[in-house]
């Protein structure tokens, strides 16, 4: 069984494309192939003009993995610190700097507490700050909502409204539709390993995808059709 088919999408300089999917349509796959994770039996990648093999494509890529994996006996201080030295941040400011990425995903209180007293949802944030530490052009989250509770997610929410408004490249995958709704430019729907269909927030106002006496958000109206047309037909 492939995993993708045919699978083609371009993200445009600045802006936040979502990829959202039932479980199992490949958007993780897609997102491991980008990072050169794992190679495509055939077709053409390219990030940031360049192969994902090639390691200068990401000198400006910041990564969240669905399911971070950080070292337990260090703290999250010790991670960033690391962070800044892979991408060759040096000088009096680069405790300035950590210390301000930690407070901006409200992690300022645990500087010092090793990595396995952390929650998932403290672990979650402290590994989006691995990703935002050097100020990435672009942007790859997988699931970064991924066991937050609602004031953690809005506070990735605002992180990445806030990036959008910088001119940062984001690409992320998620299955909270009314997230993806909100700060997407574009959103593309996946579908046993193919983009079923792609629109945007404002595509969504079509009267079409907002059906009367419905407790469904437009998105999720065009989800559901969009699923249930392409299952139908195959």
């Known amino acids: 069984m492939l995993a993708l088919q045919n699978l083609s999408f371009q993200v445009k300089r600045g802006e936040v494309f979502g990829i959202i999917g039932p479980n199992g349509a490949g958007k993780?796959?897609?997102?491991?192939?980008l990072m050169g994770f794992v190679r495509q039996d055939q077709g053409h990648v390219l990030l940031n003009g360049l192969s994902p093999l090639n390691p200068l494509s990401h000198q400006q890529l910041g990564y969240l993995p669905?399911?971070?994996?950080?070292?337990?006996?260090?703290t999250i201080y010790d991670h960033l610190r690391f962070a800044t030295q892979i991408n060759k941040i040096h000088g009096p400011k680069v405790k300035n700097k950590i210390l301000s990425v930690l407070e901006r995903v409200n992690l300022q209180e645990s500087v010092k507490l090793p990595i396995r007293h952390f929650s998932k949802g403290m672990t979650q944030r402290g590994a989006l700050a691995y990703a935002l530490i050097h100020e990435p052009d672009l942007l790859i989250l997988d699931e970064p909502m991924s066991g937050l509770d609602p004031v953690g997610r809005k506070l990735v929410l605002d992180i990445i409204q806030e990036y959008k408004k910088k001119g940062t490249t984001i690409l992320f995958c998620s299955h909270i539709l009314t997230d993806v709704e909100r700060v997407c430019s574009r959103i593309a729907i996946m579908h046993r390993g193919r983009i079923a269909a792609t629109i945007s927030p404002?595509?969504?106002?079509?009267?079409?995808?907002?059906q009367k006496d419905s407790q469904q958000s437009p998105l999720e109206s065009f989800f559901f059709q969009t699923i249930q047309s392409k299952t139908e037909n195959t």
């Open 28 to 33: 993780s796959t897609s997102l491991k192939i």
């Open 66 to 74: 669905e399911h971070p994996c950080l070292y337990k006996h260090l």
């Open 202 to 210: 404002a595509e969504l106002t079509n009267p079409a995808y907002s």
